[in-house]
């Protein structure tokens, strides 16, 4: 899989195959999976928590009306995250049978 190179905060550099996104990039219905959580300390615990593991599926379910936070669907339930939370959780696209992106979550 081709993949992109993004500039990180502090200057470091992050390579994330195309169709992987961070969380706060996740467009509102639009469904992804947790590749992996960028995030120390405890808010990697509190997000490991929440449900936030690799592997689980995720739903952008609505932003608030000035931005941020954003509320996401996560093993049946809502949880709001704000943007430098999310922007620590990497996602890769839901692709069909095809390997096409999924538009909407279903």
């Known amino acids: 899989m081709p993949a992109a ?3 990180g905060s502090g200057g470091d550099l992050l390579i994330m195959s195309v169709g992987v996104v961070r969380l706060s990039c996740l467009p509102v219905g639009r469904c992804g ?8 300390g405890l808010t990697r615990r509190r997000l490991l ?3 936030f593991v ?3 599926r995720i739903e ?3 932003r608030s009306p ?4 954003t509320a996401f669907g996560v093993r049946g339930t809502v949880i709001a995250l704000r943007g430098e939370v ?4 990497l996602v890769a696209f839901e692709a069909d ?3 096409k992106e999924v538009s909407r979550c279903g």
């Open 5 to 7: 190179i993004i500039s």
């Open 33 to 40: 999976r947790v590749v992996s959580l960028q995030a120390q």
């Open 49 to 51: 928590d929440l449900g």
């Open 54 to 56: 690799p592997g689980t």
């Open 60 to 62: 952008a379910v609505r």
């Open 66 to 69: 000035a931005g941020d936070p």
């Open 86 to 89: 999310a922007r620590q959780i």
């Open 97 to 99: 049978r095809d390997n």
